[in-house]
């Protein structure tokens, strides 16, 4: 998508601004299940989306090549495959690649080519490995020299799924009642003045971290300036896109727990911080003080996910819903309570957190691997 | 179960059960709007999974349950019905009411009874963020929201009149309150909170105050109102420790706009 401004900002607004519905379902026992559920708690937030957008990021959906990148490629034209295709295989040896199966649905209009590459971990021509900062230099290619073609994911055992349309309808479009995996985040977009495009619709996607959001960032251009210097670019005039990259460069790059990245994005308030022990308030300043650039002011509630975890957090003073509940091994979070309601009548527990105050579902063998990690740090 | 549509029995008294399954919110409502046309009064709604606007556009007093959780701004400009949910509410509940009466059975999201101008509200558990935000007061119209449970961020901003009484029964002996910026902007009405609350906790548009006589009595109703709902024993939540909050002066933002 070279001219990728016109299709995300065809009026060149400084924001897109965006009302939504969000909803996610982890088990964090890892067991797949079915997309069902969450299909039918993001439609009954069907009123919260206006049909320019619908989306799913599915986890560990791909486990019998779970250690392959998985590319979902969107292409608006022929000629964007070819030259996709030919990029691809100039840099990497394909393990396989097939177009995404998909559904004949009555409210989507003329879909663009969906088709999915898996590249092995030894698949680089010119590297011994395939790493991730070698996946998204292929991602930024595609998405902003290639016209016509845009990466909708490029994660492991990971994918996103979005369109034009309403979730259901996404959702039938892609077939996602056969695909099983255990973690699902679902979008239904409502954008106010910017047309739907496919790749405009959420989740928005680095490797495997996917962002849904509702609301907007009104520091969008404060953070983009700041994430650009790590090499990022910024094309969307969307919180998505400067969500998912901040969350990719304080916890993959620096190696920081995502409840730091959480604290990062939405900070305690000064007068806060002076009633705080030492060690918190030290902690707080620090990071304001090295990441202040990537505060995000404004009201949005986002769901972030990646391999093994999915986040939800609102702003700091909580102008947009969300609602979190557990019941078993299932987390679920949602911008209605009905939605989570609908799928599991019965929960352990319902609540909503406070503004600022990230809700974190980790998969159990990741909490106790990182125990152990702990363990062996301090023995 | 009761088939999905409503057999209309002119007595006014008989209950009817409509099924919200799979319906829309706009099926529904104009489905409890033809029920009340035709002659019904007391309405049981079954399996609600967040249709909205439940309660709203009836120009008479009807008695309505509810079974499951509502969508947002359930009872909105409500003008007289009575509402009992079973179950948690969403946002905006009780938003801009104008008469009437909702029992929650559980607890309520966001600004529950934003902008209310008269009215009741009573909710068993914990509320959300800026509850009773915007409410108002005119004559002998007094909005009134009575919460069992504590209340998170902004309770009570920009208050012009009305009634918000925090009760905190689920706190633990010696818990305070966790909400911060309580009554910012507040320039009418009250606030009784019954267990502690820091300085810091509240707007710069809020004085605390002892409570009058006057204050007592009316706690004593509402509370014994309160306890009837819920099982409560009125007397022991009335021997807790009550402070009244109240607007420091009549247009706190009054230099703000206007120099």
Known sequence: ?379 | MVPRSAHQDPNADQVVQLDAAGLHYRQLNELVRATVAGGMRKIKLLNVHGQRYIGTGLDLAVDIEVFGTPGNDLGAFMRGSRILVHGNVQDGCGNTMDDGYITVEGRAGDILGLAARGGKIFVRDNVGYRTGIHMKEYQEKCPIVVIGGTAQDFLGEYMAGGIIVLLGLNLDSGEFHQCRFVGTGMHGGAVYIRGQMRETQLGKEVGVQELSPEDKELLRGLIMEFSGHFGYNGDEILSGTFIKLIPRHLRPYGRLYAY
Request: with cysteine; aromatic share 12%; net charge negative.
């Open chain 1, 1 to 379: 998508m070279k001219n990728i401004e016109q299709w995300n900002n065809p009026y060149n607004e400084d924001k897109v601004i965006a009302a939504c519905g969000l909803f996610g379902i982890m088990d964090t026992s890892g067991r797949a299940f079915s997309g069902q559920d969450v299909v039918k708690g993001i439609t009954n937030m069907h009123d919260r989306s206006n049909g320019l957008g619908g989306g799913f990021a599915a986890y560990g959906i791909y486990p019998d090549c779970s250690d392959h990148y998985a590319f979902h490629v969107m292409y608006l034209t022929p000629r964007a495959r070819e030259e996709t295709e030919a990029f691809f295989t100039t840099s990497f040896r394909l393990a396989s690649s097939q177009e995404l199966p998909t559904r004949k649905t009555k409210n989507i209009v003329d879909p663009p080519l969906m088709v999915r590459y898996f590249i092995p971990p030894d698949g680089a021509r010119n590297m011994d490995f395939v790493d991730d900062d070698c996946v998204t230099r292929t991602v930024m290619h595609i998405n902003y020299c290639i016209e016509g073609a845009f990466v909708f994911s490029s994660g492991k055992n990971m994918g996103v799924f979005k369109g034009v349309g309403y979730p259901e309808d996404i959702a039938n479009f892609f077939r996602l009642d056969e695909y099983c995996g255990y973690m699902w985040v679902a979008h239904g977009r409502f954008p106010t003045n910017t047309p739907g495009w496919w790749g405009g619709a959420h989740p928005f996607n680095i490797l495997d971290w996917t962002v849904v959001h509702n609301g907007e960032i009104s520091s969008y251009g404060i953070n983009r300036r700041f994430l650009e210097m790590y090499g990022y670019r910024c094309t969307m005039q969307t919180d998505t896109e400067v969500v998912a990259y901040a969350v990719d460069l304080l916890v993959r790059k620096h190696h920081l727990p995502i409840e730091v990245a959480a604290r990062v994005m939405a900070p305690p308030f000064w007068e806060e911080m002076q009633r705080q022990s030492d060690k918190e308030r030290a902690l707080n300043m620090a990071l304001r003080q090295t990441y202040g650039s990537l505060l995000m002011n404004g009201p949005f509630t986002v769901i972030v996910a990646h391999q093994g975890e999915m986040m939800g957090l609102g702003d700091r003073i909580r102008l947009r819903p969300l609602t979190a509940a557990t019941k078993d091994d299932l987390v679920f979070l949602s911008s209605e309570e009905s939605a989570i309601r609908l799928v599991c009548p019965e929960l352990d527990r319902v609540w909503t957190p406070m503004g600022g105050e990230p809700v974190i579902a980790r998969l159990k063998e990741k909490r106790e691997q990182e125990a152990m990690a702990a363990v062996r740090s301090t023995a």
